[in-house]
């Protein structure tokens, strides 16, 4: 699995997660029991994996959805 965005943005991680599911994409959502360490403030991102071999595809959905900037390029 590749990570395709990190954020600690609640609305961002579900509108992804609602694209992905949405284009049948197998995807992760790493970390999101980590607002249990820290206070539930949302300071430590989460971060949504996606299978490797869609990762191109996922990355356009982001795109086109308008939300380019969320992308993660490492």
């Known amino acids: 699995?590749?990570?395709?965005?990190?954020?600690?943005?609640?609305?961002?991680?579900?509108?992804?997660?609602s694209l992905m599911r949405d284009a049948d994409i197998g995807f992760l959502t790493a970390d999101q029991n980590m607002s249990v360490l820290d206070g539930s403030i949302g300071i430590l991102p989460r971060r949504i994996l996606v299978e490797d071999e869609r990762i191109d595809e996922a990355r356009r959905i982001l795109t086109d959805a308008g939300i380019a900037n969320e992308i993660r390029r490492t």
Not at 6 to 11: F, I, K, Q, S
């Open 1 to 17: 699995m590749i990570e395709l965005i990190r954020t600690n943005d609640a609305v961002v991680i579900s509108f992804v997660e």
